[in-house]
């Protein structure tokens, strides 16, 4: 045996590592030729890149007809994008139908509605219960006078002028507000002992959930009058409302029973045993952690609504994606190749910053939740 | 860089194992690894003979567990060698599964396979990797099974056992390969402590039978109990190496002296 | 509320309000009571509309012709079909588009999540590009962008899109070859159909051997050394015929192709058997990317294409020949070559002897229309690409979750043991990620069957549209209707359901 007593007289002090471990050649070897598979994949890459983006380049850029340019410069060939198409019609696209000089109605409640919900949005900003208060239950009864009209003097505009991103907007505030509290209610009801709630409960939510929404908006544009007392007529607008406000809080039901099933049993008998009743058990103690856990999920929810509202266009309502429907077809004096193309990715363009937003807030949220949980 | 060497007399409890004069295991030479830009094994000069039961301690952080991953190649070095059964460990493919086939691991985190049963866990290897016949390999499996005293849980699956069983099944998992060298990564160290003791009977069993072991472990009592040298890492070097009775009465570096009063008060 | 008492010496009794059952109780026929009166309000109101509106009510309406057009049906439609066949001709739309649309999204979306997770920045990122960018746009717009702005800006019939196999693309759709067997072609079907039992019978009893014994047997073994060859064969010669063809044209080039093929076989069955793998990924390789970089890049000279293409073939090439050395020899590996060759060669030596035809009717372009060949209307292929592409981008992250669900040291643990990479994926990585990609697969594909009603807004004759739209438009019936098409969709979910629990009862891990 050799002797193997050893004590370390010098400590190594720290190398820098070789080149191959740091340094842009060292990232490119491990990313990108880290076996020579990845080498193929990599030329492949980049051969498909080359391929794809001088084109995509060229017609959202390059070739494309500026917002300040003509139609005639669209119809040329060879022409991409035709920006001046849209920024021609964007009054169109954001108001559809609403009366022109009226416009500034709309502006002060989108002005109002982003002065309210920014503040509620970053989590440093103090007074969020007042916030709240005010976003859920006055804004939209100012709004809604300051749209329709009708009193203070301001001139009566009905819902069916309204039109474009203005109703896309409406529909998903208004379904995202009421569909929240109407799925917590859902969600409570099916973890509910008592079985005539509970099956009422599972009942309404796996229905909803089973069928498409498209169905539901039919049911609710073609039934509900018929389910009205007679006389009694229900607006266009409301009609979509309900339907989609259902529809969210099935799904939404479901995810917060997912935040209500991750609570474990002592914080329901801690408070019980604070002699809490059982709205204030759930208000004070279990709702606040339960929907803490399900945030990314709630926002999920609410960018699918937010994509869904584009389906109140089968049952006759004017949203954005109607009014980019109407002027491609309707829009002769803008006619050429790429107007259509260039209408739907603009509407593409409008819904994707929304829902990528709210997509980046809840893994924003999650994470700054995450480490409060870790300490 | 200097060898002190002592001569102490092995105790009685060790004089069974057999420690070859001429049989290398595993030899290490010269060998650096970096995390990226962070230097976490430097220097590493290490030559481990047949039967040799290796503990290797150090506080966390100091790359115990990387240089026994190193020599299955789980963690790829970037300087130096590193020979295990006479094949040198590089890229080629062909010389890794060579290692690994004659090489087990035993890990923190037991790692058995959730979906298959104990049975199925311990003769997945011998069936795919070496082509034994599935009787055979059930049969060899359930002889490990009694050697680690749980045969009677052939037919559970993973889930079912405490985490004590579990590790005493993944022992006999890479025992089933019939490895020559077995290298243990904190197996108790996700254990309950009245579950350690099982695996460390196990442990010591194993080295009764001359398997060359390396563990990377915080029980001081398996070390003096087994171990015939303990190697002090920190700070990705190895500082101090010795026979355990040396070792522990009479540490020579400062940062050993340290090491050892936190976890022997 | 309430201050300390310390006078209450009785034993507490429950006042009968206070008591939770009866409370309860209480609760719950209110509820009911609630509910009742609710629908009967709704009931009455109907009834009163219905009776002012002069409708009658009941599901008699099914056996009245219907009286109107489908555009597209499997079943025989006509106007004189009744209202029931147009609800079974469109749950079968419903059901062709979302069958076609799964099966697509499932291998696009597979691929997307495999790519998300891969370890090349360029591919990884690639993947993220699209799934962030699909997810988070309405289907229904992308649905009128494929539709209207994509196939509609199609060319006019005269002027349709030529792609290879006699497929053609225009504004009224795609035109595609209708296989159209004559009978003898039922004797090749079913020498396929035997086929398949026979290979799968003789995987299960190799593999089956294989665990008992240690290895597979002998005659297996043998045949598919043979197999192999033989597969190899076809392979080169068909591969060098095109080279020659196509790129390097000579005379004589199908004897040379058949003689270079010959060695390449004879190769493969040696210990060199990576060289001829090596050399017939070089050529398909290079046949491909040639191809292909010359029709993206057609503004580049043909010499420069040709370099880059056989630069970038080499080094597949050499992955290809590494790989193939570290293949176990041919008595350890399953003998895949001699499947193939039962499943496709039995079949086809039956259309060789029997003489059964199977001719392919081309569409061919007359003075106004496409006549012969299959027609997909435009409704048809907009929905299909549209939902798939959709739908990828979901099943892209449900497939990247479950990958990454299946913890890293089980990997290490396989390797550990020694397992090679295909044993460890086949039988430790994929069966757990499986296990947890399995259940929100189904709940996509079910989303998708329902995204398929989306289908009415662009005119596809799906369920929602014939039946919710059309029939409902001419009879007026529009509860017995709209009744109807939520039952089938709810039996769909209940199914999947089912399946789903059965499913997951069967394989969920056993925990203590």
């Known amino acids: 045996m050799t002797d193997i007593g050893f004590v370390r007289a010098d400590m190594v002090d720290a190398k820098p590592a070789p080149n191959r471990t740091s340094g842009a050649i060292a990232w490119a070897q491990k990313n990108l030729f880290a076996t020579p598979l990845d080498g193929v994949l990599t030329v492949l890459g980049v051969v498909f890149l080359l391929w794809i983006v001088p084109p995509l380049y060229n017609f959202f850029i390059g070739h494309a007809v500026g917002p300040s340019g003509t139609v005639e410069e669209c119809r040329m060939e060879n022409a991409g994008a035709c920006w001046a198409y849209i920024s021609s019609e964007m009054e169109f696209f954001i108001y559809g139908f609403y009366d022109i000089p009226q416009q500034w109605r709309p502006n002060i409640v989108f002005a109002l509605g982003a002065a309210l919900l920014i503040p509620l949005l970053i989590p440093k900003v103090p007074f969020k219960r007042t916030n709240a208060v005010l976003f859920l239950f006055a804004y939209p009864v100012v709004s809604y006078f300051l749209l329709a009209g009708g009193v203070f003097g301001l001139m009566p505009i009905p819902t069916e002028k309204w039109g474009g991103l203005l109703v896309t907007l409406i529909i998903s505030v208004v379904g995202i507000t009421l569909s929240f509290p109407l799925g917590i209610i859902l969600a409570l009801g099916r973890q509910s002992k008592m079985p005539v709630i509970k099956t009422l409960c599972i009942g309404f939510i796996e229905l909803v959930r089973a069928v498409p929404l498209i169905s539901v908006l039919f049911m609710a544009s073609i039934m509900l009058p018929l389910f009205m007392p007679q006389g009694m007529t229900i607006d266009k607008f409301l009609r979509a409302l309900v339907g989609v406000t259902l529809f969210t809080s099935a799904y939404m039901a479901e995810v917060v029973r997912g935040g209500l099933q991750a609570i474990p049993r002592g914080q329901y008998e801690a408070g019980a045993s604070l002699g809490l009743s059982y709205w204030q058990r759930m208000y004070f103690i279990i709702l606040p952690q339960a929907l803490k856990h399900v945030i990314p999920g709630i926002v999920n929810s609410f960018i699918a609504l937010f994509k869904d509202t584009s389906l109140v266009y089968i049952v006759g309502m004017k949203d954005l994606l109607e009014a980019v429907k109407t002027k491609n077809d309707t829009a002769l004096e803008w006619q050429s190749a790429n107007t259509a193309t260039t209408g739907y990715l603009f509407a593409a363009m409008v819904f994707w910053v929304f829902c990528f937003s709210m997509s980046r807030y809840s893994i924003f949220m999650e994470r700054r939740l995450n480490t409060g949980y870790k300490r | ?265 | 509320m309430t201050t300390l008492d310390t006078g209450r010496a009785a034993a507490p009794r429950v006042s009968f309000f206070n008591d939770p059952v009866i409370r309860g109780i209480i609760y719950q026929v209110v509820v009911a009571g609630l509910l009742v009166g609710f629908i009967a309000w709704i009931v009455g109101n109907t009834a009163a509309n219905l009776a002012a509106q002069n409708k009658t009510t009941g599901f008699d309406f099914l056996w009245k012709t219907a009286g109107f057009d489908i555009s597209f049906s499997l079943l025989p439609w006509s106007r004189g079909s009744f209202y029931w066949e147009a609800f079974l001709v469109g749950i079968t739309n419903t059901l062709l588009v979302a069958f076609i649309g799964i099966i697509l999204a499932t291998m696009l979306g597979f691929t997307l999540g495999i790519a998300r997770l891969s370890s090349n920045f360029i591919i990884s990122r690639l993947a993220t590009v699209y799934i962030e960018t699909i997810r988070n746009i309405p289907l229904l717009l992308q649905l009128f962008f494929w539709y209207f702005a994509v196939l509609k800006a199609m060319p006019a019939v005269r002027e349709s899109l030529a792609l290879p196999f006699d497929i053609f693309i225009n504004q009224r759709g795609l035109m595609v070859p209708r296989p159209t067997p004559d009978q003898e072609f039922a004797w090749v079907m079913i020498t396929f159909g035997i086929a398949v039992v026979v290979a799968t019978a003789l995987s299960v009893w190799a593999m089956r051997t294989r665990t008992l014994t240690g290895h597979y047997p002998r005659q297996v073994v043998l045949a598919g050394k043979a197999a192999d060859a033989f597969v190899t064969f076809l392979i080169a010669f068909a591969a060098l015929l095109v080279l020659f063809a196509v790129i390097f044209p000579i005379s004589n080039a199908p004897v040379l192709a058949a003689i270079l093929a010959v060695l390449l076989a004879a190769l493969s069955v040696t210990r060199f058997a990576a060289l001829t793998r090596g050399v017939l990924s070089f050529v398909i390789a290079f046949l491909v990317l040639d191809t292909a970089l010359g029709s993206m890049f057609s503004w580049l000279p043909s010499l420069f294409v040709t370099v880059l293409g056989a630069a970038v073939a080499l080094v597949i090439a050499r992955v290809v020949y590494t790989g193939a050395l570290e293949r176990p020899p041919s008595e350890a590996r399953f003998p895949l070559a001699l499947m193939a060759v039962i499943v496709i060669g039995a079949p086809a030596l039956v259309y060789w002897l029997s003489g059964a035809t199977l001719a392919f009717e081309v569409p061919v372009l007359q003075r106004f229309n496409f006549v012969g060949g299959l027609q997909l209307p435009p409704e048809f292929v907009a929905l299909a690409f549209g939902l798939t592409i959709y739908t990828a981008s979901f099943i892209a992250e449900t497939v990247r979750a479950g990958i990454q669900a299946v913890n890293k040291g089980q990997t290490e643990a396989a390797q550990s043991l020694g397992l090679k990479e295909g044993d460890r994926l086949r039988l430790v990585i994929v069966p757990q990620a499986m296990r947890v990609i399995i259940p929100p697969l189904t709940s996509q594909y079910l989303n998708l069957t329902k995204n398929s009603s989306l289908g009415a807004a662009i005119g596809y004759p799906e369920l929602v549209n014939v039946f919710a739209g059309t029939a409902l438009n001419q009879t007026g019936r529009a509860i017995e209707c709209i009744a109807l098409t939520m039952l089938v969709y709810l039996i769909f979910s209940l199914l999947t359901s089912l399946i789903m629990n059965w499913y997951n009862a069967r394989v969920s891990l056993v925990e203590r």
């Open chain 2, 1 to 265: 860089m200097s060898q002190v060497s002592e001569t102490t007399g092995a105790p009685t409890a060790r004089s069974t194992m057999q420690i070859s004069d001429t049989n290398v295991a595993i030899e290490v030479i010269g060998m650096h690894k970096w995390y990226a830009d962070f230097h976490v094994l430097r220097d590493i000069n290490l030559k481990v003979m047949e039967g040799e039961r290796i503990v290797i301690a150090g506080p966390s952080g100091s790359g115990k567990s990387t240089l026994i991953r190193c020599i299955n190649r789980l963690e790829e070095h970037q300087e130096g060698q590193i020979i295990v059964n006479g094949t040198e460990l590089t890229a080629d493919l062909k010389r890794i599964d060579e290692v690994r086939r004659e090489v087990g691991m035993v890990f923190q985190h037991f790692n058995l396979f959730p979906h298959l049963t104990i049975l199925q866990n311990l003769t997945l290897a011998p069936i795919w990797v070496r082509g034994i016949p599935k009787a055979e390999a059930e049969a060899t499996a359930m002889h490990y099974l009694e050697r680690v005293k749980i045969p009677e849980q052939a037919n559970k699956f993973p889930g079912q056992l405490s985490g004590g069983q579990q590790q005493r099944v993944a022992i006999a998992r890479s025992l089933c390969m019939q490895p020559r060298i077995m290298l243990f990564d904190e197996p108790t160290s996700a254990l309950d402590p009245e579950m350690v003791k099982e695996v460390l009977e196990v442990m010591i069993s194993l080295a009764e039978d001359g398997m060359t072991m390396l563990c990377v472990t915080h029980e001081m009592g398996f070390a003096r109990q087994v171990a015939n040298r303990v190697i002090f890492m920190d700070q990705g070097q190895i500082i101090e190496q010795n026979e355990p009775e040396a070792f522990f009465s009479n540490p020579q570096h400062e940062r050993t002296k340290l090491f050892l009063s936190q976890i022997l008060h």
